[in-house]
């Protein structure tokens, strides 16, 4: 079994920056692509960015120059910095990942709890 916590959310201004982390523990041979997803009240979730095994990086329009991903292997940790936070950026952040199995190298998807962020105007 494996395990995505996410953390680092909270209530910031507008301008402002928060830096998100996803961390994986558990049945760990490899982690695959990775993104930050995030969900507004009413709205579906979206993608917001994505790193994959190698390091690429995707992201939504509306975060591109604002939003970073990067990843350290070692440690299976995932990282979103929100830099010049905009009140639309308000909503529930999620992260997934694709794990394979250490034991039966099997591929599985997985969801972090979600932390909120929050961006006051």
């Known amino acids: 079994q494996v395990q995505l916590v996410e953390s680092g959310g909270g209530l910031v201004q507008a301008g402002g920056s928060l830096r998100l982390s996803c961390g994986a523990s558990?049945?760990?041979?490899?982690?695959?692509?990775v993104g930050w997803y995030r969900q507004a009240p009413g709205k579906q979730r979206e993608l917001v960015a994505a790193?994959?095994?190698?390091?690429?990086?995707n992201y939504a329009d509306s975060v591109k120059g604002r939003f970073t991903i990067s990843r350290d292997n070692a440690k299976n940790t995932v990282v979103l910095q929100m830099n010049s936070l905009k009140p639309e950026d308000t909503a529930v952040y999620y992260c997934?990942?694709?794990?394979?199995?250490?034991?039966?190298?099997?591929?599985?998807?997985?969801w972090g709890q979600g932390t909120q962020v929050t961006v006051s105007s």
């Open positions: 558990g049945s760990i041979f490899s982690i695959n692509t």
């Open positions: 790193i994959s095994g190698g390091g690429s990086t």
């Open positions: 997934n990942a694709g794990v394979i199995n250490r034991v039966t190298f099997t591929i599985h998807d997985y």
